[in-house]
């Protein structure tokens, strides 16, 4: 056999081999493909079923075979779902409670962080663990004493029990502290040899530093606040300091229990607007925060 025809058997078998490993890498991608589709449709076929459901009269809802897209679309559905539930009244307080709860975390989160990060004093790591241990505890533990403190302090039915128990998160502050750590510890220290505050530096450098992170936790402490639902629901559920959440469980119960599931349905889906844009309009924020915050321990 000659060198030519060693070398054509050559390229032929590398030619076989590059073409299995295309049809390799072609059927592995079909593969991803098909299982990340399957997987959309599960997340987004219940918010599907949300909105053609608020769409529905309530006879066709109410059929033992479900159909895929209402008969008649029923837009009147969501103007009944905003005057039956006072969804406007229901989202000035949810929208009360979370900015000022939030506000308020922000502030408390920025100087713990700061504090655990950058300051010196003694026994800091001893209580930075202690404060991460807490974190493995789960939160409904707390509601029995909550409960019995805030009725001590005679809350009950008031904003201030919605906004207070909640308003220092470990989870936050060692969210934002790792994000500080990041940041050069020479700045601080030539700071100070200008005689830069500590406040001061944390306002001019250390925040718009770690900008993206807040952001994160703005967002993240607002979204929680907006789907709060059991402690609202045990403290404060009267109609003044009424929550979203918890004013569209009743709303729609007439005198002899009957639901309007349709009305009900629209309702929920205007409650998960707001959630829905912030997460589409912001995700690239949340996920650079969280993702700032993990590279140095």
Do not use: C
């Not at 008649?72 to 005057?83: H, K, R, S």
């Not at 404060?131 to 009950?156: H, K, Q, R, V």
């Amino acid at each position: 056999m000659t060198n030519t025809n060693v070398k054509i058997m050559k390229e032929r078998n590398v030619g076989a081999v590059s073409v299995k490993q295309g049809i390799t890498q072609v059927l592995f991608k079909i593969l991803v493909y098909a299982f990340l589709i399957f997987m959309a449709i599960i997340v987004i076929f219940p918010f599907y079923w949300m909105v053609i459901s608020s769409l529905k009269t309530l006879d066709e809802y109410r059929l033992s075979i479900p159909t895929f897209w209402p008969k008649q679309v029923m837009f009147g559905n969501y103007a009944e779902a905003f005057t039956t539930a006072s969804l406007g009244r229901l989202f000035l307080n949810t929208a009360y409670v979370g900015i000022v709860s939030t506000l308020l975390s922000l502030v408390i989160t920025v100087l713990s962080a700061f504090a655990f990060a950058r300051l010196e004093f003694k026994g800091k790591d001893a209580m930075f663990g202690a404060l991460l241990a807490t974190m493995m505890i789960p939160g409904e533990l707390f509601t029995i004493t909550n409960y019995a403190t805030i009725n001590a302090f005679g809350w009950m039915h008031t904003f201030k029990v919605l906004i207070f128990p909640f308003l220092v998160s470990v989870f936050y502050i060692y969210l934002l502290r790792q994000n500080f750590m990041q940041i050069p510890n020479e700045l601080y220290l030539a700071a100070k040899v200008d005689g830069t505050s500590d406040l001061k530096y944390l306002w001019k450098v250390m925040i718009p530093m770690s900008l993206p992170t807040l952001i994160s936790i703005t967002i993240l402490k607002m979204m929680g606040a907006w789907n709060s639902y059991v402690w609202p629901n045990l403290v404060a559920n009267d109609d003044a300091h009424r929550m979203i959440t918890n004013g569209l469980r009743n709303a729609f119960t007439d005198a002899t229990g009957d639901v309007n599931f349709p009305v009900q349905m629209a309702a929920v889906a205007i409650v998960s607007a707001p959630l829905f844009l912030v997460f589409i309009f912001l995700r690239k924020y949340i996920m650079s925060g969280v993702s700032r915050s993990g590279i140095k321990g």
